[in-house]
């Protein structure tokens, strides 16, 4: 691919993800992100802060640099996915030339740029979009030492392994597939062995780093929160495989559309009639389906972004299948058809998200309590009213979109405090009276169906505002 195509793809690319970045609310597990990486950034001694949650850090010390930089917290924090989703484009232009050829590298750029998939978590603050760029760079410098083995390019591996298993878990495939393509090219080069151990050590390396924070053990105890057991697995091995599969499917359907994979499954069936896959074919598809079987059968819950770093292989498969028709004069348009539904979607999703469709699984990311539409705007009334009297502000829950949605705007604003207190509260909580009596303004930011005060308790309330939300909910702001 030319210079000249490169630097509009990355135009293009940098113009759709960040042109309204934040028009979508925040999300649950965005505010808690991004308010730990606040704390980092407040209190350097609180590195390690994510791991009481059994989380990896390497994303939210990122993020407390972002924050250094961008005014706006959500910005700082989705700029992150933004920066890993250009560099993962970047690594799939030189991937698929290297190893293919270079009508392929455009043609799997331009999948990426016009994926809702992609898109999609380009633009949230989740560590999983900075697992899929280290995954795809495993995959690119795996290979590249297996068939150039050299201690550089080894020790390059060693550090991109160590990041990813510092920023989550499932990066322990990324050691495992990675081990698979030394040894499948060099296995009978036993003198070769230690560049592949090297970086196997390395990762360990990184990973018990965190072993300087006393609360190490919760990531394992938190693991088990998200994954079955080998011995549950044995007990029920088709469940959760086979509904996981049917999430995939429907996943697959809202985030790549139908004529996108009615396309590929055509294209490479023709590829296989007229080719013989390489090698490096059936590598790139083991590090698609291989941790996509082990995650729906391990994984307790479902939901796309846990399964997103196994997306870049499945792009070049795609765009291998799709490219078999490129021999074709009208390639160009019938791509540009193939991809209308999608960019439909992502335009919709940039400038009306509130209406958007996406995949049942995903739907707290604009519905239901996880979402997070009105906080920025109850934030702006109360960093208002703190310029003129001390506010007490009583969120639903204890973290997660309420408070943490509502600190990340307020965080360093004086005279404003925020208190979580808890799910479903049936009275207003006696230390909110006790800050109204002592002379606070006092209020309460609950979502409507998590409210259930007595009427007795909702006549001492005013309403201030409302913010509907796209399911009917509402976020209520009352005052005491």
Not at 290 to 295: F, G, M, R, S, Y
Request: proline share 6%; hydrophobic share 50%.
């Amino acid at each position: 691919m030319t210079k000249p195509k490169i630097l509009l793809l990355v135009t293009a690319y940098l113009l759709s993800r960040i042109v309204n970045l934040t028009s979508m609310p925040v999300f649950g597990d965005e505010a808690i992100y991004v308010r730990w990486a606040q704390l980092i950034k407040n209190v350097p001694s609180l590195r390690f802060v994510p791991l009481s949650d059994g989380k990896q850090p390497l994303f939210m010390w990122l993020n407390s640099l972002t924050l250094r930089i961008f005014t706006d917290p959500l910005f700082a924090g989705r700029i992150i996915s933004v920066i890993a989703g250009l560099a993962t484009i970047i690594l799939l232009i030189f991937i698929s030339k290297h190893f293919f050829n270079r009508q392929l590298s455009l043609i799997t750029a331009i999948i990426y740029l016009c994926l809702p998939f992609t898109f999609f978590f380009d633009r949230m603050a989740l560590a999983d979009n900075l697992l899929s760029f280290f995954g795809l760079a495993s995959l690119l410098i795996s290979l590249l030492l297996a068939q150039h083995p050299r201690p550089l390019l080894s020790l390059l591996l060693g550090l991109t392994l160590g990041l990813a298993w510092i920023t989550k878990s499932p990066a322990v495939f990324f050691i495992v597939l990675s081990a698979t393509n030394f040894f499948l090219f060099n296995f009978k080069n036993y003198r070769q062995i230690h560049l592949i151990i090297l970086p196997v050590i390395f990762a360990f390396f990184f990973y018990n780093l965190l072993r300087l924070s006393p609360e190490f053990h919760l990531l394992a105890s938190r693991n088990l929160d998200y994954i079955w057991s080998l011995k549950d697995i044995l007990s029920h091995p088709l469940d959760p495989l086979i509904p996981h599969l049917g999430a995939v499917v429907t996943v697959y359907y809202h985030y790549l559309s139908l004529s996108l994979i009615i396309s590929a499954i055509l294209g490479l069936f023709l590829y296989f009639k007229n080719n013989r896959p390489s090698r490096y074919f059936w590598l790139i598809l083991s590090w698609w389906i291989l941790p996509l079987l082990a995650d729906c059968a391990f994984t307790k819950v479902f939901t796309a972004r846990y399964v997103l770093y196994t997306l870049p292989p499945l792009l070049i498969l795609i765009a291998l299948g799709v490219s078999q028709f490129s021999r074709y004069r009208l390639f160009p348009f019938l791509l540009f058809i193939i991809l209308i539904p999608n960019i439909i979607w992502i335009k919709n999703m940039s400038f009306r998200p509130f209406t958007a469709v996406i995949p049942p699984s995903e739907s707290g990311y604009l519905r239901d309590w996880t979402s997070g539409w009105g906080i920025r705007e109850a934030s702006v009334y109360f960093k208002s009213r703190a310029k003129e009297a001390n506010i007490i502000v009583g969120t639903e829950g204890f973290f997660g979109t309420l408070p943490n949605g509502l600190q990340i705007y307020t965080d360093h604003v004086n005279q404003l405090t925020v208190i979580g207190t808890g799910v479903d509260i049936h009275q207003v909580p006696p230390e909110l009276i006790n800050a109204k009596n002592y002379g606070d303004e006092v209020y309460l930011l609950f979502n409507a169906s998590r409210l259930k005060l007595t009427p007795d308790d909702f006549s001492k309330l005013k309403l201030i505002q409302s913010w509907i939300k796209p399911d009917g909910d509402s976020l209520l702001l009352l005052q005491l």
